[in-house]
């Protein structure tokens, strides 16, 4: 029986099972689905992924698996159209600035245990999208067991919070584009992101659904962060959630093959729906960039 661990700073919530036997029943991915697997993976006990892929309006590009260096092709198919950050705007994150990041990475790294997590494999600074559709900075680190997802201050450079997801409970991996449902009056978002779930399609309750500091959703949703608009870092993996995936992708399949023999991580690439239906306070929040660290006369939250 699987376990889930989700830890905040100075606690840990209970480990939840993981019911095996129930399907998922997410309505807002379909499509066919198709096995992709190879003779030597199975021989080295690498686990098949089922892709269910209906068709987009738009292809991804190439994958990045593999990859040693920072830079990566651009994502062209799931950026904001038209959307393009200066050196001015950009310096205006504290994340932006000279060593910044990297001295987060390096004060958080003691939230890694060895001996549950494994080693820092690499980390990123994106996006994250809440279920009330708040977006806010946060760096993600991935191990060889575990995914980070960190909160931290850089302005302070303190670490407020972080969530760790054990890889062999992520039930889908999921990437395409953020849509709002029909009956929705927010503006096409226009981009694509990624969503990971360590649950097995169960609905929100109502605490949950309605309290925007719930801590306890089980999946989280991640997109470029803004600093990938800038021309400079337009193929700077750091930033991208498309060299994310792919990583999370191959660890994931790695942890399984493990952890649970004979079972398939599942991976759907299909639009990702955001449940937000007329939120001015999203749309202000995240037109002022309020969630991210930056040099200005207000605060960020």
């Known amino acids: 029986m699987a376990e889930i661990f989700l830890e905040n700073e100075n606690r840990i919530h209970d480990p939840a099972n993981l019911d095996d036997d129930k399907q998922p029943t997410g309505r807002e991915f ?28 738009r292809d991804r590009p190439g994958s ?65 999208i809440d279920h009330w559709d708040l977006e806010r900075e946060r760096i993600v680190l991935l191990t060889d067991y575990s995914l980070f997802i960190v909160k931290y201050n850089f302005i302070t450079e303190q670490l407020l919070d972080y969530r760790r997801i054990m890889l062999h409970v992520i039930h889908n991996i999921c990437i395409g584009d953020l849509t709002y449902p029909n009956s929705s009056l927010m503006p096409d978002r226009k981009h694509g992101g990624v969503r990971i779930y360590w ?16 801590s306890d959703i089980p ?67 995240n037109k002022s960039e309020v969630g991210y660290f930056r040099d200005r006369s207000w605060f960020s939250l």
């Open 64 to 128: 990045v698996l593999g990859r040693t260096s920072v830079r990566s092709t651009g994502s062209r198919t799931s950026v904001k159209p038209g959307l393009v950050k200066s050196d001015v705007s950009s310096q205006s994150f504290y994340s932006y600035k000279d060593g910044h990041l990297q001295k987060a990475v390096s004060n958080v790294r003691n939230i890694i245990k060895p001996e549950l997590d494994g080693d820092l494999k690499s980390y990123w600074l994106l996006t994250e």
């Open 30 to 57: 379909e499509g066919a689905t198709l096995q992709i697997g190879r003779e030597e993976d199975v021989e080295r006990g690498i686990p098949d992924i089922y892709v269910a892929q209906p068709s987009l309006s």
């Open 219 to 285: 999946w989280v949703t991640l997109s470029h962060h803004p600093l990938l608009y800038n021309p400079k870092e337009n193929e700077t993996t750091t930033f991208n959630v498309d060299d994310f995936f792919d990583a999370l992708v191959a660890a994931t399949s790695k942890v399984f093959a493990a952890k649970r023999p004979g079972e398939t991580l599942k991976v759907i690439e299909g639009p990702i729906t955001i449940e937000s239906y007329a939120s001015l306070i999203a749309l202000i929040y």
């Open 199 to 214: 649950d097995r399609g169960d609905q929100l309750s109502f605490g949950q659904k309605w309290n925007p500091w719930c």
